[in-house]
């Protein structure tokens, strides 16, 4: 059983960079102009050809190269709409998979680091940590004036998810926190404000405007995976799988990319 679940992240990048790969390749088929991209292509191949035939004649070669450079823009713009099309909701689908395949869970007994940046540093003393059943402190709060940031450094007991409190300045705000093996919907942080940058590392609700603390971070584990004799990470592998599985439906499905 632990094997299979080692096994799972694995076997979810195979099946998704399969999909992807025949979903890109059939987008960018019908999204382009595939007539003038062989076109674009044909042209560039011919120029590069003549460099290599005529490279002794430099008013040839010189010529050669700026078409090259022309066949290139060319060929780039008939290709920037597909891939637009294809790269925005990719890059929201990596984000929503990266909350399961880019960080373990913390498990039973293991120690794990909380981190609360508060946006005054005069409010530093007086944070407090309220824990849930299960969880404990397994080394004294260090606190860091300069990045106005508390550190505390727990242990769990037991499995199940919870919510930790931190609380400042009188107000109390929570952090989720998943304690298991597995598969689990993990998000690293909890933010105040900064939309942005919650859409990419954030699966939580944001934290109230006008909250003493800034953000809540948990340093989770960064998840790999085991594959080709290297240990990689879970979007390094999906786009290398991806890419070479769009490249074969490509050739299969005779697409011009």
């Known amino acids: 059983m632990r094997i299979l679940k080692a096994q799972a992240p694995l076997a979810i990048v195979i099946v998704l960079s399969i999909m992807v790969g025949f979903l890109m390749v059939v987008v960018f088929r019908y999204t ?48 920037f709409m597909p891939l637009l099309y294809v790269s925005i909701p990719l890059i929201f689908l990596i984000v929503q998979i990266d909350r399961y395949l880019g960080y373990a869970p913390v498990e ?49 007991a037991s499995r199940g998810r919870r919510n930790v409190e931190v609380a400042a300045a009188g107000q109390a705000v929570s952090k989720s926190l998943e304690i298991s093996q597995g598969l689990k919907r993990v998000s690293p942080v909890r933010l105040r404000d900064r939309w942005w940058q919650r859409i990419f590392v954030s699966g939580e609700p944001p934290l109230s405007a006008n909250s003493p603390v800034e953000s809540i971070e948990v340093n989770y584990p960064e998840r790999t995976i085991a594959f ?16 070479i599985f769009g490249f074969l439906f490509k050739t299969i499905l005779g697409i011009e990319i």
């Open 228 to 243: 080709a004799w290297m240990e990689w990470n879970w979007i390094w592998l999906f786009f290398v799988l991806s890419l």
């Open 32 to 79: 382009s102009n595939q007539r003038a991209i062989r076109i674009a292509k044909d042209r560039l191949k011919a120029h590069l050809l003549a460099v290599r035939l005529f490279q002794d004649q430099i008013q040839v070669v010189l010529i050669s190269y700026w078409r090259i450079v022309r066949s290139t823009g060319t060929y780039l713009r008939l290709a």
């Open 108 to 156: 039973v007994g293991q120690t794990f680091l909380m981190k609360a940046r508060l946006a005054d540093s005069g409010s530093l003393d007086q944070v407090s940590l309220q824990l849930p059943p299960g969880l404990s402190l397994s080394a004294p709060a260090v606190h860091v004036p300069a990045q106005n940031e508390i550190v505390w450094r727990l242990v769990s």
